[in-house]
């Protein structure tokens, strides 16, 4: 069982900060329009199921016996677990690189300790990743239950997409931050 102290939003005996986890998904106001609303909640559990290990990976699910192998079904090369599909999974490497990030080494479970590329903004560092992450997960999904296969431009364009709608979910004075990540995801496409 994974040791839950290495999770930076939980205390040891498992239960879940929820203050570092709502700073982490800017927690500021309500949303003003309903897909906004949509992405907040989808972000949220998303959130809390990713840094407590919880995601239904093939790992998971093989402990579960409901899958008969962990193979990643994305790269089929290493079990699927969070980390292999956020960082090691050959896709998400190159997606991470496009974006001038170095993930050798990072794994979900240590989000917050991700290494901040000195070009991308430090407000907010962590709900980027977030919203990263949750691009890949989709992704992932699409391919597994919808037989896509979404191209690094595409994620990249998600990514930007979702980075648009967190304008709705963050004080005003901290909107600048969300222009900087739309810049950031074009100029990786
Ligand atoms: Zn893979």
């Known amino acids: 069982m994974e040791d839950l102290r ?3 939003f939980a205390t040891p005996d498992g239960k879940l900060h929820t203050a ?6 800017l ?10 609303k949509f992405v907040w909640k989808n972000h949220a559990f998303f959130a809390s199921l990713l840094v407590q290990g919880r995601i239904q990976t093939r790992d998971n699910l093989l402990k579960k016996h409901i899958v008969d192998s962990a193979c990643c079904e994305v790269c089929g090369r290493a079990p699927e677990t969070a980390t292999h599909i956020m960082f090691e999974c050959p896709f998400a490497a190159a997606f ?3 974006l001038g990030f170095d993930v050798h080494g990072a794994t979900t479970a240590a989000l917050d300790r991700i290494h901040r590329p000195g070009h991308v903004p430090t407000q907010s560092f962590e709900t980027l990743v977030l919203l990263c992450c ?13 037989g896509e296969d979404m191209t690094q431009r595409q ?17 005003s004075k901290d909107r600048v ?4 990540w739309c810049t950031l995801f074009s100029m990786a496409m």
């Open 6 to 8: 290495l999770c930076p």
């Open 20 to 25: 570092p986890l709502y700073r982490l998904l």
């Open 27 to 36: 927690a500021a106001q309500g949303p003003s329009t309903p897909i906004a």
């Open 96 to 98: 991470w690189h496009s």
């Open 134 to 146: 949750w691009q890949l997960w989709k992704r992932r999904n699409g391919i597994i239950f919808r």
């Open 155 to 171: 994620v990249l364009i998600a990514c930007k997409t979702d980075a648009d709608l967190w304008r709705h979910r963050i004080r």
């Open 177 to 180: 931050v969300c222009d900087r």
